[in-house]
């Protein structure tokens, strides 16, 4: 994405400094003599092989580029806010599995990472998300047609593939999932010899070390994707197919109501918030609950419950949380295209039938018949809301906690002296503020972390006896910057699982009898910001054009070997809309002479 952006996230790459040669200054004049337009393109050291690819078909195109290359995310986040770039090489992964969430927050005018403002591409976005079938797929076409190639906002590279190197020789490969959009499942996950399990660590790598928020609505990017999906549970889950579930979640079942506005979760009684006390986890005892629930959904739709709130935008069609207490209400709704009640809907499989529901977590008994409903109601029928449910910021946090910890005043915080929940230097060793005061509902919880890799031990009091109790005691998530060597410490044994294995290395992974590869399709796609500010691709559509037909697809998809696929959009892996991009000189020529006159 994260990605999961599944993570992925999105992640807008950046690269800074490049000298110019003399083929590339002798290269600056047209055979005219004529200056060529000159386009700084942003990106990351870790994606120098796409810039480079960018860069050539730019220059065949007449165009003269410098690459601003960054050796990591936080120094592209400083050029990209100081506005140093006219195309900036992003990413975005829809973690999520519905294609609302590949455009909103990206797109939508005021969108968590948008910087685009266009009325009409704003009332697509939120027609289309009322929609489904084939009348959805017609909107996300109109969609796409008006993003890319109307108004260019954006150029596409390509859609990524999955592709996961296991250390199989002491891991069970069969135990590692590779879902099409949730982040890395880490419960599941056992070695081959069992018996490791409860006392050797699992070691896990990730890229990035400085970590956004431990506090699920304040991050969504690939810092804390995977992590904050281990540490809180959901109301649901995807699974590896992007299909919704309550499976490995907080609710039994869940059903939808008849007009797809009111949507019920009956919660099960068995996880208890995990705390950190002297550097171990500890059960506190207190369960992991509809005020929970309550609490964290509100808080996760408002934008200003915390300070830069990153994930509001995902919540907002979400109206009202609350707790049911009238039995005769799940009796008398009926669930959406059917006959079923929602009490019946909601009570299969369950430790006793229904005979109470509770308001107050205190008397919740599962096995005596008493449980916990929540409904969610949405301003109009949006389906798509129980996907941005299964994301990692619908996890669900302690609201005794939280509310304890985040006693500041949000619109005057100050972050040098104020420290919210889940504040990464509250876990981090050698900070002044070292002080863990994480509650996870999820199956692991944050013990401490430092430059080198972050330590997580199972939730004591998570799902215990059951098929999703973490199998795993103990997993550390190693943080390599450079992707090469994380390969070769997969290789080594130093660690046990690389999330993804680029595609110019499958071959490496393929011939190792010590690995396994793992495949999957994904929601991950490469494209090209266009910046919509300042700059002159910023005012002129022409140059924009100009620059989006002198993309080839099918360059990429070559170096990549076959193991990349033509993109449109972000929805483009999970809508078809038939539309295509080619890359067309005579087009660029038409494009810059409209720009030129």
């Given at each position: 994405m994260k990605r999961l952006l599944a993570f992925l996230f999105i992640a807008v790459l950046a690269l800074a400094g490049c000298v110019q040669t003399k083929t590339d200054v002798e290269g600056s004049k047209d055979s005219k003599g004529k200056g060529k337009k000159e386009i700084?393109?942003?990106?990351?050291?870790?994606?120098?092989?796409?810039?480079?690819?960018?860069?050539?078909?730019?220059?065949?195109?007449?165009?003269?580029v410098k690459l601003n290359?960054?050796?990591?995310?936080?120094?592209?986040?400083?050029?990209?806010?100081?506005?140093?770039?006219?195309?900036a090489l992003s990413s975005w992964t829809t973690v999520t599995g519905n294609p609302d969430y590949a455009v909103r927050g990206l797109f939508k005018t005021g969108g968590d990472y948008s910087i685009v403002s266009d009325s009409k591409l704003d009332a697509l976005i939120d027609e289309a998300s009322t929609l489904t079938g084939n009348e959805a797929t017609a909107k996300y076409?109109?969609?796409?047609?008006?993003?890319?190639?109307d108004q260019a906002y954006i150029a596409p590279l390509y859609?990524?593939?999955?592709?996961?190197?296991?250390?199989?020789?002491?891991?069970?490969?069969?135990?590692?999932?590779?879902?099409?959009?949730?982040?890395?499942?880490?419960?599941?996950?056992?070695?081959?010899?069992?018996?490791?399990?409860?006392?050797?660590?699992?070691?896990?790598?990730?890229?990035?070390?400085?970590l956004t928020s431990l506090d699920p609505i304040k991050g969504n990017d690939g810092s804390i994707n995977t992590l904050n999906?281990?540490?809180?549970?959901?109301?649901?889950?995807?699974?590896?197919?992007?299909?919704?579930v309550s499976d490995g979640s907080l609710s039994y079942n869940h059903a939808i109501a008849e007009g797809n506005q009111e949507y019920y979760f009956i919660l099960r009684d068995d996880i208890n918030f995990a705390a950190v006390k002297e550097g171990a986890p500890v059960d506190t005892g207190e369960l992991v609950s509809a005020e929970d629930v309550v609490f964290s959904l509100n808080r996760a739709k408002n934008p200003k419950s915390v300070p830069d709130h990153r994930t509001y935008s995902l919540h907002e069609n979400i109206e009202t949380v609350e707790i049911v207490s009238d039995l005769a209400e799940l009796q008398k709704k009926k669930v959406a295209g059917s006959d079923q009640s929602v009490l019946d809907a909601l009570s299969q499989h369950l430790p006793a039938s229904v005979t109470q529901l509770a308001k107050d977590k205190g008397t919740v008994n599962n096995g005596a018949g008493v449980y916990q409903v929540v409904k969610i109601t949405t301003p109009t029928p949006f389906p798509q809301v129980l996907n941005y449910l299964a994301h990692q910021s619908g996890g669900i946090v302690s609201k005794k906690q939280v509310t304890s910890i985040n006693t500041y005043d949000v619109a005057s915080y100050d972050p040098d002296k104020d420290i919210g929940y889940g504040d990464q230097t509250t876990v981090t060793e050698g900070t002044a503020t070292y002080n863990n005061q994480l509650y996870a509902s999820g199956p692991y919880i944050l013990v401490k972390k430092n430059d080198y890799e972050a330590q997580f031990v199972k939730n004591p009091a998570y799902r215990v006896g059951s098929e999703y109790e973490p199998k795993i005691a103990k997993i550390n998530v190693r943080f390599i910057a450079d992707i090469d060597s994380a390969l070769s410490a997969l290789r080594n044994g130093e660690i046990h699982i690389l999330q993804s294995v680029p595609e110019t290395k499958l071959d490496i992974v393929k011939s190792d009898s010590k690995l396994t590869l793992h495949t999957a399709d994904s929601n991950a796609v490469s494209y090209l910001q266009m910046n919509t500010s300042g700059r002159t691709v910023s005012d002129s559509v022409d140059l924009r054009k100009a620059i989006l037909y002198s993309i080839n697809q099918h360059e990429f998809i070559s170096y990549y070997q076959g193991n990349k696929k033509p993109a449109v959009s972000t929805v483009s892996p999970l809508v078809n809309t038939g539309l295509?991009?080619?890359a067309d000189s005579a087009k660029v020529k038409e494009y810059l002479k409209a720009y030129n006159d």
């Open positions: 700084e393109v942003l990106g990351m050291a870790a994606s120098e092989e796409d810039m480079n690819i960018v860069r050539d078909q730019l220059v065949k195109n007449g165009f003269d290359i960054q050796p990591d995310y936080g120094s592209f986040s400083a050029q990209k806010e100081a506005g140093n770039y006219d195309l076409k109109e969609l796409e047609q008006l993003l890319v190639f859609i990524s593939n999955k592709y996961q190197g296991i250390y199989s020789e002491l891991v069970n490969s069969k135990t590692v999932h590779l879902p099409k959009s949730r982040a890395q499942v880490w419960e599941s996950i056992e070695f081959n010899d069992a018996s490791k399990n409860a006392t050797e660590p699992l070691i896990l790598h990730q890229t990035i070390s400085s999906t281990n540490i809180y549970v959901r109301l649901v889950n995807l699974r590896d197919t992007d299909d919704v295509k991009l080619e």
